[in-house]
């Protein structure tokens, strides 16, 4: 996995035995080489590269899955053959469920993935979804029901990455599972202390606890009409980004501090997800927080505070740490494709029926 936030590549290995038991046996963060980040940040945010370029990328990427896989696999003396089938991800280069023809694209070979690791591979875990009149996105709640879904309490599940996602998981098994994008995470966050600081994150928001939140520059990011928009709906980095706040931050006849910049960013954030549970899923008793965003204290506390009805905590009381949710939930949704089960929840993502996810890359030791 590989989320928005470009922070590096997991990989969990799990043992998926039945619908009922998932267990993790290691996982681990693999950084991308410097060149390539560079790289990858410059495609998304340009959002243009040539065909050439394009298909070097997937290759390279691809090649890089294959190797952290080899190696992850040597380091715990599990041999190619234990592994059932690999779920990659992969990076997203570009999510546009509404457009007039709509798709999510996804680089990071899976050919190349099967053939370096003979292992089987499945990948393309979106865009079966969109066909079938889905936003593709997001796709991590099915798990999350799957692994953190309660018959005695409703819960909120929060994915804080580059993009920050909820599921709501009611605990009447008639209710509906709703799951949606919610807006920005890190990925704002993230790209301001890039540039301003040269520091790849705001480690636990200390930056942002400095500066002084700016009321005006707050409202005008909430007006956005994306966080007004009813769900089913998902987003990424080719919205929220540094041209994104460039239109926010135009208004100002003066420049504003970019620390106090990063203090509203982490403010948007926490209110957006706030906001969002309580308009939502009013009546749960506890949120759980798992991605990136977990680690960010200055944003864990705010969020706490902006709920004080309900328990604040990470998965890890679950018992699935949260830096490892996401790739456990694409071994999961692997499995649910080498079984031919469907993958999709359609009131989360506004499909018109559940769909088999991914497409199934054979190897050399299984087909």
Not at 123 to 145: C, E, K, M, T, Y
Not at 209 to 238: H, I, W
Not at 263 to 290: E, G, M, N, R
Request: include cysteine; hydrophobic fraction near 40%.
């Amino acid at each position: 996995m590989s989320g928005t936030s470009l922070d590096g590549i997991d990989i969990a290995i799990v043992d998926i035995t039945d619908d009922n038991a998932c267990q993790l046996i290691t996982a681990k963060t693999f950084a991308f080489p410097e060149h390539l980040l560079e790289t990858l940040h410059h495609v998304i945010s340009e959002q243009h590269c040539s065909f050439e370029q394009l298909g070097s990328l997937n290759i390279e990427l691809g090649q890089l899955i294959a190797q952290y896989i080899n190696t992850l696999l040597q380091e715990t003396t599990l041999s190619a053959g234990t592994i059932s089938a690999i779920g990659c991800h992969g990076h997203t280069l570009f999510h546009s469920p509404d457009s007039q023809y709509p798709f999510s694209m996804q680089i990071g070979d899976a050919h190349t993935i099967a053939e370096l690791t003979t292992i089987r591979t499945i990948a393309d875990f979106r865009q079966r979804d969109i066909a079938s009149s889905g936003q593709g996105a997001p796709l991590v709640p099915a798990f999350h029901a799957y692994a953190f879904s309660s018959q005695t309490e409703s819960r909120a599940v929060i994915n804080i990455g580059g993009i920050s996602n909820i599921s709501y998981l009611p605990s009447n098994n008639n209710e509906a599972i709703i799951g949606f994008d919610s807006g920005p995470g890190n990925t704002l966050l993230d790209a301001w202390i890039k540039q301003h600081q040269n520091r790849s994150y705001d480690e636990d928001g200390q930056w942002a606890a400095q500066g002084q939140v700016n009321m005006e520059l707050l409202e005008q990011c909430l007006n956005d009409p994306y966080f007004a928009q009813a769900v089913p709906k998902s987003t990424g980095r080719e919205y929220f980004n540094l041209s994104w706040l460039d239109k926010q931050l135009s208004i100002f006849e003066h420049t504003l501090s970019a620390q106090d910049v990063q203090a509203t960013l982490l403010h948007l954030t926490a209110q957006v997800i706030a906001k969002d549970i309580q308009y939502h899923c009013p009546t749960v008793s506890s949120v759980f927080i798992c991605g990136g965003g977990s680690h960010n204290k200055t944003l864990f506390n705010l969020l706490a505070s902006l709920l004080p009805e309900q328990i604040v905590t990470t998965t890890e009381v679950l018992g699935i740490h949260p830096d490892w949710v996401e790739a456990c939930a694409f071994a999961w949704l692997a499995y649910r494709t080498s079984n031919n089960k469907p993958g999709n929840i359609p009131s989360v993502t506004g499909a018109s029926h559940p769909v088999v996810l991914g497409a199934i890359y054979s190897s050399s030791n299984n087909s």
